[in-house]
């Protein structure tokens, strides 16, 4: 039985592999996609998104437990997230009128951005946070 439930763990460990790598290459209108997708999978209902261009902020909006979530995703390649993308996520926030603005990355933010999020109450979800939600 040990034997099954190592060889299950591996194959899990492998597959959430592949899927990190797949979703590193994508391209920004793709990872909103998929963030969409993942959030539907994690629970989260009425999950839409905004429009592709001119969207006041935010990519995605969804809900839970009644209430309001909206996201902005960033995806990076290589370089971490920063203040910039801190202050769009609150103004979308105010936009959307939602009761928590999430700003939801690929990558890790650097300080000047987690320092800035507290100030504004805008909420980060990175890179180990969104693995957590492909599990």
């Known amino acids: 039985m040990n034997f099954l439930k190592r060889i ?3 194959w899990r460990k492998q597959r959430l ?7 590193d290459r994508l391209d920004g209108y793709q990872f909103e996609d998929y963030v969409a997708k993942i959030l539907k999978k994690n629970g989260f209902e009425n999950v839409r998104q905004t429009s592709k261009i ?3 902020g935010l990519d995605v909006i969804a809900e839970r437990d009644g209430k309001v ?4 995703c960033k995806h990076y390649v290589k370089r971490t997230v920063g203040m910039k993308a801190v202050r769009q ?3 979308g926030g105010n936009a959307y009128q939602v009761d928590s603005a999430i700003l939801l990355v690929n990558r890790d933010f650097d300080q000047k951005a987690i320092t800035l999020a507290k100030q504004l ?7 180990e946070k969104l693995i957590e939600l492909m599990k």
């Open 69 to 72: 979530y909206g996201f902005q």
């Open 89 to 91: 996520t609150f103004v």
């Open 121 to 127: 109450e805008v909420k980060l979800w990175g890179r």
């Open 8 to 10: 299950f763990q591996e």
């Open 17 to 23: 592999r592949r899927e990190i790598e797949k979703m």
């Open 54 to 56: 001119h969207d006041n």
